[in-house]
């Protein structure tokens, strides 16, 4: 009997790796270059984050009088300038080609049409402080201002005197209302300026300011320390000795041409008149500084709404970088003024 057999399966063949020799490892894959950090504009510019509902509440308190603490009702915004491009008035309106790119792209609508033929305003501005300005060391500032109207001044003199400080709290509890006969306007403001070192960011001063015609001060000698202190008892604490006398700061009388260029209408019933303005010295017309600014001026924080806000906010720092061949960084119109000789003061701002 025949036997059967199964077929035998052929060996499998070993493989053998050569002695001495490694397969060579996968290539890394190199890393592509990364874009900016966080969501960024059509423009390659850092998106803004929201900063105005961050803005704390003031902790209610009462003046001695027993009135409330005021809250701020204008946010104004300021772009401080380089004033060399300034040389004429069409050269003022040359500034609104700079809005024309960020307000395209973040939907803020503004008119320059109805402002062709607005008149050019002429102002002339005197700051005064002691010798070693304890005022603006403190961050108060004191000024005097006329407007000229075809050569000539119209109206009574203003005085201008506020508390300007990064502080909230401190700066609405600083009762800046003067003691005098007659009528004042007090005007709370966060002013809202680029940042010290760089663009695409913002820092925040709060400004409690109060106005009034000079002819609201009786008072003849206003160069008299124990006269301010009585017109502005806020200014009390600051005084050294009986006698003292106040100075025009630096000897400058700054003259301030302004003019209005367009209205910026964020949405939600949200506009700001724009203007753009420079300071000089008067009489040798020495250009200091130049200024954009805009404000927005509302009764409640309320009327602030998340749509206009978000306009505003993401508007200012792309501003920064449409104007950014125009920016003066770490300076303030009233900063400049108190610099012009040197000896810096101690700055609150």
């Known amino acids: ?84 491009r300034f040389i004429s008035r069409d050269s003022l309106f040359d500034f609104a080609k700079v809005i024309k790119a960020p ?14 033929d607005a008149p050019t305003k002429i102002r002339e501005i005197i700051f005064i402080d002691t010798d070693d300005f304890r005022l603006y060391n403190n961050s108060f500032i004191l000024r005097r201002r006329i407007t000229y109207v075809n050569g000539f001044p119209e109206g009574d003199p203003e005085i201008v005197f506020k508390f300007r400080n990064a502080d909230l709290q401190k700066t609405a509890e600083t009762d800046v209302r003067p003691q005098i006969q007659g009528d004042y306007t007090v005007k709370f403001k966060c002013q809202v300026l680029p940042l010290k070192e760089k663009l695409g960011g913002v820092r925040i001063l709060y400004s409690n300011n109060v106005q009034f015609p000079r002819k609201n001060v009786t008072q003849s000698d206003v160069l008299s320390f124990d006269v ?74 309320r009327e602030l709404t998340r749509e206009a806000m978000q306009r505003a906010e993401a508007f200012f720092p792309s501003l920064q970088y449409s104007a950014k061949d125009w920016m003066a960084l770490n300076a303030t119109k009233t900063g400049i003024v108190y610099r012009l000789l040197g000896n810096p003061p101690k700055s609150n701002e």
């Open 228 to 301: 301010i202190s009585e017109v502005f008892p806020a200014l009390q604490s600051l005084k050294q000795k009986d006698g003292e006398r106040i100075n025009l700061v630096n000897n400058a009388i700054v003259e301030e041409v302004l003019q209005d260029i367009c209205l910026l209408d964020f949405g939600d019933g949200l506009t700001a008149k724009a203007n753009v303005g420079i300071w000089r010295t008067r009489g040798e017309h020495r250009p200091l500084i130049g200024e954009f600014a805009y404000q927005i001026k509302f009764k409640d924080r």
């Open 103 to 116: 307000a395209a792209e973040h939907g803020v609508s503004y008119n320059i049409h109805n402002y062709i």
């Open 1 to 84: 009997m025949q036997k059967s057999h199964a077929p035998v399966k052929p060996a499998k063949k070993k493989s053998i790796k050569p002695k001495g020799r490694h397969l060579p490892k996968p290539l890394k894959k190199t890393a592509k270059p990364t874009a900016p950090s966080g969501p960024t504009t059509e423009n390659g510019h850092p998106e803004t984050t929201s900063w105005v509902g961050k803005i704390p509440h003031i902790e209610q308190g009462v003046y001695s009088d027993g009135l409330p603490y005021p809250d701020f009702n204008y946010l104004a915004f300021k772009l401080i300038l380089k004033p060399n």
